[in-house]
Structures are given as structure tokens and as C-alpha cells.
């Protein structure tokens, strides 16, 4: 996903910077790199690559931000949170004008979600994945481009996870119509647009 990032990338905040693995792979490229980070020995971790790492959910942390960010990113963030639609508004009023916003969340239409539901009668929660137990909220491809777009993003380019040979030959043979299903996460990359 970082090599999808259209350069340059100017000032990134990364929401949820974890560890700072992401940071890692865009520091050459970062004219200041800022992370959002809930876990403080994580946010410790990560403070060895970032300018700066603010420990704190995003939600108390993002009004708190005094700099414009050219990029932002929100990967495996925003279906952990209560309210990822008022994120989404916050992070516009952070955003420099014509700043991007790079985005990855789980897939809610991968039919392993649904066959827990249909053959089981649960969600089946795990520790990770799709149905990790800390998710608050699921998106399909429609729900996160309405999330994004209410917000006052414009959304330049929407893809997902690699997946196998096999998985996009069964997507081609359907005209693109199974290949939602077949995906595990998606993305989005949106541009700061005017509000009107």
C-alpha cells in the first residue's frame, strides 16, 4: 500500500502508527512524519523513526493538531472506533488543501465473514483478522467510499489486497462482480476536496 502513495508525500500523519513499520518504509520519502498511537510501548517503538508520536486515541488526539498533513493515513484504524464518520470529518479539518488520504479496512462482504454467520448463527470473533475481536465496526467497498465522500473527500482510486491468480480469473469471468468477495481488504485513496 505505501508504494501506492503518490509522492511526494510532504507532511504524514499516520493514524494508528503501531510500531512504526509503516513510518520505516516512508521515512526517506517524509518531509515530517507524525503518528497517532493508542498503545504507549508501541508509540515508544515507533518514536525511533517519527518526528513525533502522540499517544492517545484519535479521537481526543486529532483536534489537539496545530500543523496541515499532506498525506494522512488510517490503515486497519477506523473500524476499531466508535465514531470513524466524525474521524473522517476531523482528519479533513487537519488535511493541507489538496492533501491525500490513504485508507484500508477489512473486507465485510469476504464470505468467511458470512458463512459464520450463515452456517453457525455467529460472528465467530478471533484474536485477528477480519473478525478480530476489537472491531467496532465493517465495511464494504459502498460504506467506506460513502464515509470517505460525506467527509469532503474526493476518491481518486479504490483497490484492495493482492490476491491469487485463481481469485482474479474468477473475478474477470463474473465482469468484476465476485471480485469484492474475494478480497480481504480494501483501499481507498481520497484528495481533499472544497466543501461547498
Not at 515508544?44 to 486515541?57: L, N, Q, W
Not at 458463512?115 to 484474536?127: D, I, M, N, P, Q
Request: aromatic share 6%; net charge negative.
Amino acid at each position: 500500500m505505501v508504494a501506492a502513495l503518490p509522492r511526494p508525500l510532504g507532511r504524514v500523519l499516520d493514524v494508528g502508527c503501531g510500531a512504526g513499520a509503516v513510518g520505516a518504509e516512508l521515512r526517506a520519502d517524509a518531509e515530517r512524519l507524525v503518528g497517532i498511537e493508542l498503545d504507549a510501548a508501541a508509540a515508544d517503538r515507533a518514536s525511533r523513526v517519527y518526528d513525533e508520536v502522540i499517544v492517545g486515541s484519535v479521537e481526543t488526539v486529532v483536534g489537539n493538531l496545530d500543523e496541515p498533513f499532506d498525506t494522512i493515513l488510517c490503515y486497519d484504524v477506523l473500524e476499531h472506533l466508535v465514531d470513524p464518520w466524525r474521524v473522517l470529518d476531523d482528519l479533513y479539518s487537519v488535511a493541507a488543501a489538496g492533501a491525500r488520504l490513504h485508507i484500508s479496512v477489512p473486507n465485510a462482504r469476504h464470505p468467511s465473514f458470512g458463512l459464520g454467520l450463515v452456517l453457525k448463527g455467529t460472528v465467530g470473533y478471533e484474536t485477528a483478522g477480519l473478525r478480530d475481536v476489537t472491531h467496532l465496526r465493517w465495511f464494504t467497498r459502498r460504506d467506506i467510499s460513502d464515509a470517505v465522500t460525506v467527509a469532503g473527500w474526493e476518491i481518486i482510486a479504490q483497490g484492495h489486497n493482492p490476491i491469487s491468480r485463481a481469485r482474479a480469473l474468477a473475478g474477470r469471468l463474473t465482469g468484476g462482480r465476485a471480485l469484492e468477495l474475494l478480497v480481504g481488504q480494501l483501499h481507498v485513496l481520497a484528495v481533499k476536496a472544497p466543501r461547498t
